[in-house]
């Protein structure tokens, strides 16, 4: 089983930054892959990015170019770097990780950039 517990979420103006950070309960090289999601008021949750953990990284559209994920496997935590926010990345963002064969999900962070 892993336990992943998200943070850094926040207010923040367009154009500005935030970093989410999700610790993980194991060593995230036991872990084939992790990732962000995100859900919006009245839409569907969404996939943000995921990383492998041989490294291999992958964006949404929506995001490339803006967002970097990046994992510390020293501290079993994944980092979600966002840059040139929009009001339309307003969201609640969740940390997943797929672990022998089943996905588990954090608890989810708020995100909330004003225009």
């Known amino acids: 089983q892993v336990r992943l517990v998200e943070s850094g979420g926040g207010l923040v103006q367009a154009g500005g930054s935030l970093r989410l950070s999700c610790a993980a309960s194991r060593t995230i090289f036991s872990i084939k892959a992790m990732g962000w999601h995100r859900q919006a008021p009245g839409k569907q949750r969404e996939l943000v990015a995921t990383?492998?953990?041989?490294?291999?990284?992958n964006y949404a559209d929506t995001v490339k170019g803006r967002f970097t994920i990046s994992r510390d496997n020293a501290n079993n935590t994944v980092y979600l770097h966002m840059n040139s926010l929009k009001p339309a990345d307003t969201a609640v963002y969740y940390c997943?990780?797929?672990?022998?064969?089943?996905?588990?999900w954090g608890q989810g962070t708020q995100v909330t950039v004003s225009s």
């Open positions: 997943t990780a797929v672990y022998r064969g089943l996905t588990y």
């Open positions: 990383i492998t953990s041989g490294g291999s990284t």
